[in-house]
């Protein structure tokens, strides 16, 4: 019974902050690298961050420098914390899990998904 659970989606207006949680049950996050992935209207799943076993986090273009990425194993949940955010932003965001760890950036390595939380940024 794997489950991921992303929470602390919302409202946020332009500029503001966000922290979304993902927490795990069936699995132990330490023993997986973790991502996180949105999805806006009409487009594809992209890439967002991911954070190693090590905790090295990988970001992708668009959200460097706002997006911080972290790992809390013994309450075996990850976060996400949002920053300075812009409309286009705003998607479905969702945390995955990978046990291999060989391709971070891509939604098809990861083999354990949540529901997702959606993030509206408005203008």
């Known amino acids: 019974q794997v489950q991921l659970v992303e929470s602390g989606g919302g409202l946020v207006q332009t500029g503001g902050s966000l922290r979304l949680s993902c927490a795990a049950s069936?699995?132990?996050?330490?023993?997986?690298?973790v991502g996180w992935f949105r999805q806006a209207p009409g487009k594809e799943r992209d890439f967002v961050t991911a954070?190693?076993?090590?905790?090295?986090?990988y970001y992708a273009d668009s959200v460097k420098g706002r997006f911080t990425i972290s790992r809390d194993n013994a309450k075996n949940t990850v976060y996400l914390e949002m920053k300075s955010l812009k409309a286009e932003d705003t998607a479905v965001y969702y945390c995955?899990?990978?046990?291999?760890?060989?391709?971070?950036?891509?939604?098809?390595?990861?083999?354990?998904w949540g529901q997702g939380t959606q993030v509206t940024v408005s203008s």
């Open positions: 995955a899990a990978d046990q291999y760890g060989l391709g971070y950036t891509f939604d098809s390595q990861y083999q354990y």
């Open positions: 069936g699995l132990t996050f330490s023993h997986y690298a």
């Open positions: 954070i190693s076993w090590t905790n090295n986090p």
